[in-house]
Structures are given as structure tokens and as C-alpha cells.
């Protein structure tokens, strides 16, 4: 069992900058694949960034540029750099887990809102 914890999430500015975490329990941290997805009001949950055990990175279009992930192994945390940030980036973030090493699964955290003001 993976335990994720979000936390960062606020009112912001537009222009203005936030940083997300999720802290993450459990022993396969280093070679999990670690991602943020969200979701706004009345839409889908959307595929934000994505970093996997080697550290390479991937975004969404929408956020290259602006969002940065990272991750830090010796604290089990997974970071998400917000700058730039527009009304349209107004969500619910999540934290996603996927355990690579056998048996495959995954995890969601319990989500932190983000409020982007014009």
C-alpha cells in the first residue's frame, strides 16, 4: 500500500506561482513512476506531468514551460512547480502513484485545490 499526501495548493493571482508536494509512504519510492493530474469543475480529469524512476520528465502542452516536476527519493516527495499561472490552470491536483515492481499498481491522493484569480 502506497499512502500519498498533497499539500501547496491555494488562491493565487494569475502571473503569480505555487508549489505542490506529495509526500509518499512506502519502500518502492525511488522506482515508482510519479505523476499530477486534475481536474476542473465539470470536466475530466486531465494528465498533467509526469516523472519516471530515471528522473526524465513529460507535460501536458498546456503547462511546458511553466510547470516543473521533480522529485526528491530521500524524502519520498514529488514536487510541482507552478509559475506563470492563468485562471484556466484552476483545478483539483492530484497526486498519482504507479508501483512499477511487481504486483503493478496504483495510487491517488486525495487531491489539493488550486484557485487561479483573474
Known amino acids: 500500500q502506497v499512502q500519498l499526501v498533497e499539500s501547496g495548493g491555494g488562491l493565487v493571482q494569475a502571473g503569480g506561482s505555487l508549489r505542490l508536494s506529495c509526500a509518499a509512504s512506502?519502500?518502492?519510492?525511488?522506482?515508482?513512476?510519479m505523476e499530477w493530474y486534475r481536474q476542473a469543475p465539470g470536466k475530466q480529469r486531465e494528465f498533467v506531468a509526469k516523472i519516471n524512476n530515471s528522473g526524465s520528465t513529460y507535460y501536458t502542452d498546456s503547462v511546458k514551460g511553466r510547470f516543473t516536476i521533480s522529485r526528491d527519493n530521500a524524502k519520498n516527495t514529488v514536487y510541482l512547480q507552478m509559475n506563470s499561472l492563468k485562471p484556466e490552470d484552476t483545478a483539483v491536483y492530484y497526486c498519482?502513484?504507479?508501483?512499477?515492481?511487481?504486483?503493478?499498481?496504483?495510487?491517488w491522493g486525495q487531491g489539493t485545490q488550486v484557485t487561479v484569480s483573474s
Open positions: 512506502g519502500s518502492t519510492f525511488s522506482s515508482n513512476v
Open positions: 498519482h502513484a504507479v508501483v512499477v515492481t511487481p504486483p503493478i499498481s496504483q495510487y
